[in-house]
């Protein structure tokens, strides 16, 4: 499946999306993007174990995927290289394969590569936001 074919089927179509990194600054990216997303109706699930228990946009913040109920279909990392140690362990813990989306400035390309072993679906090097205005919204 290719980026283009993700963006339309979960991102054009209200999918459910994961944010590790999350945050309540309105001065961050991820807080942009995340308020984008929701605006277009994209189903969220922030996650940041410093702000647990906290609302992020109207949604209670955890602190790992496995506090989430229900099965996501991306993933999308807000967290540099030097904070996934241990990310790989807890997405193959999970009984499903979300496709797991490496925003800008998150680039890890030896776990991108594990991932890809270990058959998840990877996006790198892109962002959320620009994909969705790109591929999900009619020009007039």
């Known amino acids: 499946m290719t980026t283009n074919d993700l963006v339309?089927?979960?991102l054009c179509n209200r999918?459910?999306?994961?944010?590790?990194?999350?945050?309540?600054?309105v001065n961050r990216p991820v807080y942009d993007v995340m308020s984008y997303l929701k605006s277009v109706d994209v189903q969220l699930?922030?996650?940041?174990?410093?702000l647990?228990?906290?609302?992020?946009?109207?949604k209670k913040c955890v602190s790992s995927?496995?506090?989430i109920d229900d099965p996501?279909?991306?993933v999308s990392l807000f967290i540099s290289a030097r904070f996934q140690e241990g990310l790989r362990d807890e997405l193959n813990a999970l009984p499903y394969k979300p496709a797991i989306w490496f925003q800008p400035g998150t680039k890890n390309p030896s776990?991108?590569?594990?991932?890809?072993?270990?058959?998840?679906?990877?996006?790198?090097?892109?962002?959320?936001?620009?994909?969705?205005?790109?591929?999900?919204?009619?020009?007039?």
């Open 65 to 67: 995927l496995a506090e």
């Open 45 to 50: 699930y922030p996650i940041n174990p410093r």
């Open 72 to 74: 996501v279909d991306i």
């Open 52 to 58: 647990r228990g906290k609302e992020i946009l109207g």
């Open 111 to 140: 776990m991108e590569a594990s991932l890809r072993e270990d058959g998840f679906e990877v996006v790198s090097d892109n962002c959320m936001k620009v994909a969705h205005l790109r591929r999900c919204t009619v020009q007039k």
């Open 8 to 10: 339309d089927r979960v």
């Open 15 to 25: 999918g459910r999306v994961a944010v590790i990194g999350a945050s309540d600054k």
